[in-house]
């Protein structure tokens, strides 16, 4: 089998179950959560333009008229 080091060895069934245990521990902890605050991060800039889409009429109308628009 193939070590976390990527080194061949032989092992017992027993440090293969580890071995296994060990890795899916470190997938499980590791990819996922970078991958969720992408998500996140994504999630809050569509939020962002379908708060703007929703509202374009009042967006255009704002930046038509008002010379200093507030940021709400």
């Known amino acids: ?3 976390k080091g990527l ?3 032989v092992m017992s ?5 580890s071995a296994f245990a060990a890795h899916r521990r470190e997938v499980w902890n590791g ?3 970078s991958g969720w605050r ?3 991060a994504r999630l809050e800039v569509l939020e962002g ?3 703007v889409f ?3 009429d009042k967006v255009i109308k704002i930046i038509r008229n ?3 628009p507030s940021p709400s």
């Open 1 to 3: 089998m193939l070590d």
């Open 7 to 9: 080194v061949p060895k």
């Open 13 to 17: 069934l027993r440090e293969a179950l």
């Open 31 to 33: 990819a996922p959560l």
């Open 38 to 40: 992408e998500i996140r």
């Open 49 to 51: 333009y379908l708060a």
């Open 54 to 56: 929703l509202n374009l």
């Open 66 to 68: 008002e010379d200093e």
